[in-house]
T-cell receptor, first 117, second 111 residues
Framework: DTGVSQNPRHKITKRGQNVTFRCDPI?????LYWYRQTLGQGPEFLTY????????KSRLLSDRFSAERPKGSFSTLEIQRTEQGDSAMYLC???????????????FGPGTRLTVL | AQRVTQPEKLLSVFKGAPVELKCNYS??????LFWYVQYSRQRLQLLLR??SRESIKGFTADLNKGETSFHLKKPFAQEEDSAMYYC?????????????FGPGTRLSVLP
C-alpha cells in the first residue's frame, strides 16, 4: 500500500496519560498535515510541515500537543496529559512537492481514533 | 478568518434524482475551493477542485464569487454516491497550510 499510513488505528487511554501517534506519508511527498475531527464536524487543521520544518500551527492547538517530523519523512503527534475533550479522530495527510502535480491536493490517511476515559 | 458552511447535515434523494450539496464560504481574499468525499469505511479523498473545472463521477461544482458559494451538483444521483461530502477552502497561494473544512453533508441516495 503506497498511501498514507497511520498507527495505531485506535488508542484508548486514561485521562492524564501521554499518547503518541505516527504518520507515514506517501514517500515522495514533502508536505504533511495533521487534523483533528470530532463527531459531526469536518477535519480541523492542527499543524503543517514542509520537509522537517513545522511551518504552521493552529492557534487552537494547546501546549499539550506537539508534533515532529525529524527527518522530513514520518511524523509524530504527541498529546501530553490527555483530557476527555481530546477524544477524536486524528488525521494525517500529505501533499506532493510544489510544482510536481496539481497544487493543494491532500492525500489522507485512515486516521487514529483516540478515546480518553 | 476563512469559514466554510454546509447548511444540510443530511440530504436524502432517490436514485436518478438531481442532487445539490450546498457550500458557502467567507474569505476576504482569493480562495481555492475543493470537495472531498468519504465513502463508508474509506478514507477522505479529493473529489474535485474549482480550478480544474472538471466533472468527476458526474459531479460538477462552480465557484460563484458573487454569492461566495461552491455548490456540488449531479443531475442523476446513484446509490454509490451515498457518502459524506466536505467542502473545503484554502487561501490561494497558501498551498494547503491552512485548509478549512465545512462540517460535512451526508448524502443518502435511496433506491
Amino acid at each position: 500500500d503506497t498511501g498514507v499510513s497511520q498507527n495505531p488505528r485506535h488508542k484508548i487511554t486514561k485521562r492524564g496519560q501521554n499518547v503518541t501517534f505516527r504518520c507515514d506519508p506517501i514517500s515522495e511527498h514533502n508536505r504533511l498535515y495533521w487534523y483533528r475531527q470530532t463527531l459531526g464536524q469536518g477535519p480541523e487543521f492542527l499543524t503543517y510541515f514542509q520537509n522537517e520544518a513545522q511551518l504552521e500551527k493552529s492557534r487552537l492547538l494547546s501546549d499539550r500537543f506537539s508534533a515532529e517530523r525529524p527527518k522530513g519523512s514520518f511524523s509524530t503527534l504527541e498529546i501530553q496529559r490527555t483530557e476527555q475533550g481530546d477524544s477524536a479522530m486524528y488525521l494525517c495527510a500529505s501533499s506532493p512537492r510544489l510544482g510536481t502535480s496539481p497544487n493543494n491536493e491532500q492525500f489522507f490517511g485512515p486516521g487514529t481514533r483516540l478515546t480518553v476515559l | 478568518a476563512q469559514r466554510v458552511t454546509q447548511p444540510e447535515k443530511l440530504l436524502s434523494v432517490f436514485k436518478g434524482a438531481p442532487v445539490e450539496l450546498k457550500c458557502n464560504y467567507s474569505y476576504s481574499g482569493s480562495p481555492e475551493l475543493f470537495w472531498y468525499v468519504q465513502y463508508s469505511r474509506q478514507r477522505l479523498q479529493l473529489l474535485l477542485r474549482h480550478i480544474s473545472r472538471e466533472s468527476i463521477k458526474g459531479f460538477t461544482a462552480d465557484l460563484n464569487k458573487g454569492e461566495t458559494s461552491f455548490h456540488l451538483k449531479k443531475p442523476f444521483a446513484q446509490e454509490e454516491d451515498s457518502a459524506m461530502y466536505y467542502c473545503a477552502l484554502s487561501p490561494k497561494g497558501n498551498y494547503g497550510q491552512n485548509f478549512v473544512f465545512g462540517p460535512g453533508t451526508r448524502l443518502s441516495v435511496l433506491p
